[in-house]
């Protein structure tokens, strides 16, 4: 695993980006050579009349297309059809690219044989390099061996996920536990022997890691032998440490005080917080400056497709559990609340206007809260700010809720980008993971990646509720 802003990057992943990369690129400069046209030769095209810069560009957009086509995320080949029109939309992108750049420059944009050319030798080269990553991820060398002691439901959970998703570098070998008169929950990883098997079993099957995700641990871990094999080299985790890098969020339900008491670096300094702000408001100008046309014909829309005023005024919870009013374009029927009182948006809620629906997919409702940033009630980035009336509730249901408000606020957030806006108490503990991950590892870094995720979660059309 490789840490890139702040987040654990499988460096099988990190690979095929650079693979992917090389072939996008080497695609259009192995045409120039392979097709010899009279007119054009290839080192005064390429490094002269600056050809390699024009093909950098068209490579750029096949792979930021495959980035939004979610393909760096789910890496293995599940359906070859989906695959090849998720790689014909990338090399389309790139032609659209293009016939943009034409109306601009025609002097910027690649002949078109190379494109076309070119073009075929990527698509085919692409596919037939996914094929083959798909094929050997499963065999190949240098993956984490992880023996699980316990039979925790989160050691099931890791489990299952690492051996869906074995580009993550981690392969499970089986579980150790004492016998239990209680059936577990299904699962395909064996049960290699009990506690006491410990030395004897490690030995046989030579696990890199141990992950301890014992239930109960009084009186029943060995932890003279897991200081014995520590000292013989194998790695010693908490299930939690593993859950974090699996899952990119921190477990809820194996926090302890003392885990956040001595974690190291835990929450933002004081140098962060004010970098924080000074780029949050940097960015907030500029995109009032670039989103102003898009927000008055927002607001026209609003105005003559349903009765009320164009923006929204709530009351929300900010740094240190201060309220604040924040503003949105209002997605909802006027007076929406008045027979309910204040709830949790549903899927298909029937208060959101047909307009307000679209602006929330588009996440085109939240562009008044740059306002917000511009005042210092909000950042960028940050945990999604919430109401009042349901911060009381969750502080008394949810363990650490409230350490979700030691940051500021923010339009967007690792939360938002990572799960849906959930309606439930499991989807609030849920979001609180992810929180809790962006509190431990908060930096400029993360909020840069969280802010060009967001961009593409608008451009895909998958906003929140």
Same mark, same amino acid.
């Given at each position: 695993?490789?840490?890139?802003?702040?987040?654990?990057?499988?460096?099988?992943?990190?690979?095929?980006?650079?693979?992917?990369?090389?072939?996008?690129?080497?695609?259009?400069?192995?045409?120039?050579?392979?097709?010899?046209?009279?007119?054009?030769?290839?080192?005064?095209?390429?490094?002269?009349?600056?050809?390699?810069?024009?093909?950098?560009?068209?490579?750029a957009v096949i792979i930021l297309t495959i980035y939004f086509n979610d393909l760096y995320t789910q890496v293995r080949v599940w359906h070859k059809v989906e695959l090849l029109q998720q790689l014909c939309s990338a090399i389309g992108m790139a032609f659209?690219?293009?016939?943009?750049?034409?109306?601009?420059?025609?002097?910027?944009?690649?002949?078109?044989?190379?494109?076309?050319?070119?073009?075929?030798?990527?698509?085919?080269?692409?596919?037939?390099?996914?094929?083959?990553?798909?094929?050997?991820?499963?065999?190949?060398?240098?993956?984490?061996?992880?023996?699980?002691?316990?039979?925790?439901?989160?050691?099931?959970?890791?489990?299952?996920?690492?051996?869906?998703?074995?580009?993550?570098?981690?392969?499970?070998?089986?579980?150790?536990?004492?016998?239990?008169?209680?059936?577990?929950?299904?699962?395909?990883?064996?049960?290699?022997?009990?506690?006491?098997?410990?030395?004897?079993?490690?030995?046989?099957?030579?696990?890199?890691?141990?992950?301890?995700?014992?239930?109960?641990?009084?009186?029943?871990?060995?932890?003279?032998?897991?200081?014995?094999?520590?000292?013989?080299?194998?790695?010693?985790?908490?299930?939690?440490?593993?859950?974090?890098?699996t899952f990119s969020r921190v477990c809820a339900r194996e926090i302890r005080p003392s885990q956040l008491i001595f974690t190291e670096n835990l929450g933002p300094s004081s140098h962060s917080v004010l970098l924080q702000t000074v780029y949050s408001k940097m960015i907030a100008?500029?995109?009032?400056?670039?989103?102003?046309?898009?927000?008055?014909?927002?607001?026209?829309? +609003?105005? !003559?497709?349903?009765?009320?005023?164009?923006?929204? $005024? &709530? *009351?929300?919870?900010?740094?240190?559990?201060? #309220?604040?009013?924040?503003?949105?374009?209002?997605?909802?029927?006027?007076?929406?609340?008045?027979?309910?009182?204040?709830?949790?948006?549903?899927?298909?809620?029937?208060?959101?206007?047909?307009?307000?629906?679209?602006?929330?997919?588009?996440?085109?409702?939240?562009?008044?809260?740059?306002?917000?940033?511009?005042?210092?009630?909000?950042?960028?980035?940050?945990?999604?700010?919430?109401?009042?009336?349901? +911060?009381? !509730?969750?502080?008394?249901?949810?363990?650490?809720? $409230? &350490? *979700?408000?030691?940051?500021?606020?923010?339009? #967007?957030?690792?939360?938002?980008?990572?799960?849906?806006?959930?309606?439930?108490?499991?989807?609030?503990?849920?979001?609180?993971?992810?929180?809790?991950?962006?509190?431990?590892?908060?930096?400029?870094?993360?909020?840069?990646?969280?802010?060009?995720?967001?961009?593409?979660?608008?451009?895909?059309?998958?906003?929140?509720?």
């Amino acid at each position: 695993m490789i840490r890139l802003f702040k987040i654990l990057v499988p460096t099988s992943v990190v690979a095929l980006l650079i693979f992917e990369i090389v072939i996008s690129i080497g695609s259009y400069v192995a045409a120039m050579y392979l097709l010899f046209v009279p007119e054009y030769d290839p080192y005064i095209f390429l490094f002269e009349d600056n050809g390699l810069w024009h093909i950098v560009a068209v490579g750029a957009v096949i792979i930021l297309t495959i980035y939004f086509n979610d393909l760096y995320t789910q890496v293995r080949v599940w359906h070859k059809v989906e695959l090849l029109q998720q790689l014909c939309s990338a090399i389309g992108m790139a032609f659209l690219s293009q016939a943009f750049i034409s109306y601009i420059n025609r002097g910027w944009t690649i002949p078109k044989w190379l494109m076309i050319e070119g073009s075929a030798i990527a698509l085919a080269a692409l596919f037939a390099g996914r094929m083959l990553f798909s094929s050997t991820i499963r065999t190949a060398v240098g993956a984490q061996r992880v023996l699980f002691l316990g039979r925790s439901p989160i050691v099931f959970q890791v489990a299952s996920h690492l051996a869906e998703h074995p580009e993550l570098g981690f392969r499970p070998l089986g579980f150790l536990d004492e016998p239990s008169g209680t059936a577990g929950p299904e699962t395909s990883l064996p049960l290699l022997g009990c506690t006491a098997d410990l030395v004897r079993v490690a030995a046989e099957q030579k696990p890199n890691q141990i992950v301890v995700g014992m239930s109960e641990r009084r009186e029943r871990m060995p932890a003279y032998e897991l200081l014995e094999l520590r000292f013989s080299g194998i790695r010693i985790d908490e299930i939690a440490a593993l859950y974090e890098i699996t899952f990119s969020r921190v477990c809820a339900r194996e926090i302890r005080p003392s885990q956040l008491i001595f974690t190291e670096n835990l929450g933002p300094s004081s140098h962060s917080v004010l970098l924080q702000t000074v780029y949050s408001k940097m960015i907030a100008s500029l995109a009032l400056i670039i989103a102003t046309p898009i927000m008055v014909l927002v607001a026209l829309a +609003v105005k !003559v497709t349903s009765p009320g005023p164009v923006l929204f $005024r &709530q *009351r929300r919870v900010g740094l240190n559990e201060k #309220t604040f009013v924040v503003y949105k374009f209002r997605s909802m029927y006027q007076d929406a609340e008045v027979r309910t009182g204040p709830v949790w948006a549903t899927r298909n809620d029937p208060r959101i206007t047909p307009l307000g629906s679209w602006l929330r997919k588009l996440r085109l409702d939240e562009l008044p809260q740059l306002f917000n940033v511009l005042r210092g009630d909000m950042s960028m980035v940050g945990p999604r700010p919430e109401r009042p009336e349901f +911060v009381q !509730v969750l502080n008394a249901q949810i363990p650490y809720y $409230r &350490q *979700r408000h030691c940051v500021m606020p923010g339009i #967007t957030g690792w939360a938002q980008i990572n799960y849906k806006y959930g309606d439930t108490i499991e989807d609030t503990i849920m979001k609180l993971e992810y929180d809790l991950y962006y509190i431990k590892h908060v930096s400029i870094w993360l909020d840069l990646f969280i802010m060009f995720h967001t961009i593409k979660t608008m451009l895909t059309v998958r906003g929140a509720q």
